[in-house]
């Protein structure tokens, strides 16, 4: 049986990582059938991730609060997630002579650590919101981009071709 909401581990955490997963799926599946070099389960995994890091920051410290006061500042978890997931960013872009690969996956890693930080923090609505801006940005753009004059070919504008 699941235990209270308020030991962080009840029906409202568990929706929050669920959220979590399913939004950093959607991103992960659309960068998959791309075939970029960060699919699915790297962006399931991060995302997910992130918000049980969030999770933990907000519940995995009960023991240092007194008398509804912060003895330790605990929300410093999230500015760590931060930190560590600009290393694993970095590990993604390469650059070969003048063209630079894996900034846009680098960008999009480092977007599902934002979505699954702010379904950890109970904030799902603006996860979703993200989300959905990740997907006009993938597929509103590149046709946008298009229609512009003097456009030079880039993974900007969405070439399955590019290994980014």
Known sequence: MLT???DGQGVKQFMEL?????????????REIRQKSAGLRTYTIVGTT??????ISKYGFTNVLADGRVVLDPSRVAAQIVSGIGFI???????????????TTAAT???????????????????????CAYFIVAFVFPLLLRLLPGTPDSTEQGNVSEHD
């Not at 992130?50 to 999770?55: I, M, P, R, T």
């Not at 480092?110 to 993200?130: E, F, K, S």
Request: aromatic share 6%; net charge positive; glycine share 16%.
């Open 4 to 6: 209270s909401s308020m």
């Open 18 to 30: 669920g959220t979590a997963f399913v939004l950093s799926a959607a991103v992960g599946l659309e």
């Open 50 to 55: 992130a918000a049980l890091f969030l999770l």
């Open 89 to 103: 960013g970095a590990g993604l872009i390469f650059v070969r002579g003048d063209r630079v690969k894996g900034l």
């Open 109 to 131: 890693v480092w977007l599902v650590t934002g979505i699954g930080m702010a379904c950890g923090a109970g904030l799902p609505l603006l996860a979703l919101a993200v989300t």
